[in-house]
RNA sequence: GCGCGCGUAGCUCAGUGGUAGAGCACACGACUUUUAAUCGCGGGGUCGCGGGUUCGAAUCCCGCCGCGCGCACCA
């Protein structure tokens, strides 16, 4: 008989015994979460108040006539003792309790010999039995493919390393929504299940409407839809909410992942850089306590106004090249390779630009770590963007950087519908020369745009990322309750 | 997708060619202020999966699966 038989036999026994092991309800009210009865103890225990606390056991030392648990509840942890002399004929049973199990204990507040405050308990009750063992009491949990595989045991382990990371997650999405809220953005949703994907450059996740006996694309982004919303006459409006891209995982790329968009009409992209480096300052403010951060053991300042740079400005910086003097594939290459870089040639100029941007990241300037915006960028990487007037190729469009990882991409939007429709075609052109993430062309949007959209700026975050850097945590599944993980077989 | 590394008891890990181990957990016993309780005693393994080399494989080789790290890819 293993472990797990053993406490099957248990619950058996229990409920022959007439006791039931996952009773409907407490037998006694809770009085107290068991911080806040450690916070009230003095007054308590010099009462002798009755309390009820309830929780789960966690360490358990059986002494023969008398038990010493821990047990552990939502708010914190607390010792409870239970005699013999006190309890009568339901001690043998409380010696049958295991870790794991979840009991209520009734008692009074009394201090141990070595200081400990400890629940006397006058009665107690099972209130759920656990057949399985938990991780090791001292070592607890190291395996990071179990501890994203059963988030349950992670939690129960590395509770204080895990829990406030999702409580700092959930306080951030409250803050974004708080602050877009107070600044007139109306939150919206829109279509996860959609018949096109767009509004980004990714393949999608495919699967099939039977009733309409069709395929449907679950969103790569809600860009298109946000932007009908646009010329639908709301003027402020954001989502935030899950998307999903049919690519790999790695140390910040989960297939599906929380983004949040806003867009506004009348604004620009360099209004909403102003805007999105106030809401993130403010974020980490209130999440964190302070603008300044500390990740991975560098310390980086939030505080606005955020350094800004163009891409053009930062490639020269970085590799001495300026593009503006290769207008065509061709001559930037040859420039590029002049100096050693290696690049993929298999890519328009836009692509080659990208890759010198990336270039100059992997040359780890610290300076690259701080809060950066990178703004001005080639047209052929963003088909939804408004063109910079007198510059050619180029669009108004930012990306902001944190710590190495890209955490915002935003731009003036496209509204012309006769250019959008070019660069659809552009598009199209891609995806026929091989360029499976080429995006598609969305009739229905083009029309959209027909009727009118105002001028807007649009801004997306990667919510995940931004959950990184302000809970200094090195990997996106530190900071997704149930990353995805591959088949066990 | 490529490279490197890892996969041994429920958990954390040792074991690098010669009868599979430890701590915790678990079972049984002792103990009426313990606290990573302690003490005694005991059970528990297709060594990720499959194949090969060898008298003999957890250990060496090949393939596969899973995970990690790096690279590539990725608004």
Partial sequence: MDERDIRTAKVQELRESGSEPYPPRLPTPRTHQIAAAIAEFDALAAEKTSVTLVGRIVLFRDMGKVIFLTVEDGSGRLQFYLRRDDIGEGFALARKLDLGDFISGTGYFFTTRTGEKTLHLTAYALLSKSLRGLPAKHEGLRDVELRHRKRYLDLIANRDEVMPVFIARARILAALRRFLDKHGYIEVETPILQPLYGGATAAPFTTHHNAADRDMY????????????????????????????????????????????????????????????????????????????????????????????????????????????????????????????????????????????????????????????????????????????????????????????????????????????????????????????????????????????????????????????????????????FPTMRELH
């Avoid at 560098?298 to 891409?311: A, E, G, S, V």
């Fill in 218 to 481: 679950l969103r790569i982004a809600p860009e298109l839809y946000l932007k009908r919303l646009l010329v639908g006459g709301l003027e402020r409006v954001y989502e935030l909410g899950r998307v999903f891209r049919n690519e790999g995982v790695d140390r910040s790329h989960n297939p599906e992942f929380t983004m949040l968009e806003y867009y506004e009409a009348y604004a620009d992209y360099l209004s909403m850089m102003t805007f999105t480096e106030t809401m993130i300052a403010a974020v980490a403010e209130q999440v964190t306590g302070g603008m300044v951060i500390t990740y991975q053991g560098i310390t980086l300042d939030l505080t606005p106004p955020w350094k800004r740079i163009t891409l053009h400005d930062l490639i020269a910086q970085a590799t001495g090249i300026d593009y503006d003097q290769y207008p065509d594939k061709e001559s930037l290459l040859a420039a590029i390779r002049a100096r050693g870089i290696a690049v993929d040639p298999a890519r328009g100029r836009g692509r080659l630009i990208d890759q010198l941007k990336d270039y100059a990241f992997e040359a780890r300037d610290p300076e690259l770590l701080k809060p950066l915006f990178l703004y001005d960028y080639p047209l052929d990487l963003s088909p939804l963007a408004k063109q910079k007037p007198g510059t050619p190729g180029m669009v108004e469009r930012f990306q902001a950087h944190l710590a190495g990882m890209q955490l915002v991409t935003a731009f003036s939007e496209l509204n012309d519908p006769l250019d959008q429709r070019a660069r659809f075609e552009d598009q199209a052109r891609q995806r026929a020369a091989g360029d499976a993430e080429a995006q598609v062309l969305d009739e229905d949007y083009i029309e959209a745009l027909e009727v009118g959209m105002p001028p807007a700026g649009g801004v997306g975050i990667g919510v995940d990322r931004l959950v990184m850097a302000l809970t200094d945590q090195p990997n996106i599944r530190e900071v997704i309750l």
